[in-house]
């Protein structure tokens, strides 16, 4: 769908939707809302609640050395081969009983 072809179905001019698609402007809820259904979609918003977490791990890796970050990135992932090969132990003995 071309850009006139969704405003002049949205109600919009075609300069206003290439402005919101490039991010000069930002639409109103009701604007986008009108601009989704416009192309043949509809828009759920949902409240949920905040997971920070990866907030909270960027943060502190901030913190640390480049060094720090690849040993830190290293032991995540020698504990996670650690933890598939004690589930494949796992499975293989529950296999052979």
């Known amino acids: 769908m071309t850009q006139e072809q969704l405003a002049s179905r949205a ?3 075609q300069p ?3 402005r919101i698609e490039s991010g000069e402007i930002s639409p109103s809820l009701e ?8 192309a043949g979609f509809d ?3 949902h409240v949920v609640p905040i997971d920070d977490d990866n907030a909270i791990l960027a943060e502190g890796n901030l913190g640390l050395t480049p060094d720090q ?8 992932l020698r504990l996670q081969d650690a933890g598939r090969r004690a589930r494949e132990e796992t499975d ?3 296999q052979t009983e």
């Open 69 to 76: 970050r690849v040993e830190k990135m290293l032991e995540t």
């Open 43 to 45: 828009l759920e918003i």
């Open 11 to 13: 109600g919009v001019s």
């Open 16 to 18: 206003t939707v290439a």
């Open 31 to 38: 604007r986008l809302t009108s601009l989704v259904r416009a």
């Open 92 to 94: 293989g003995s529950l």
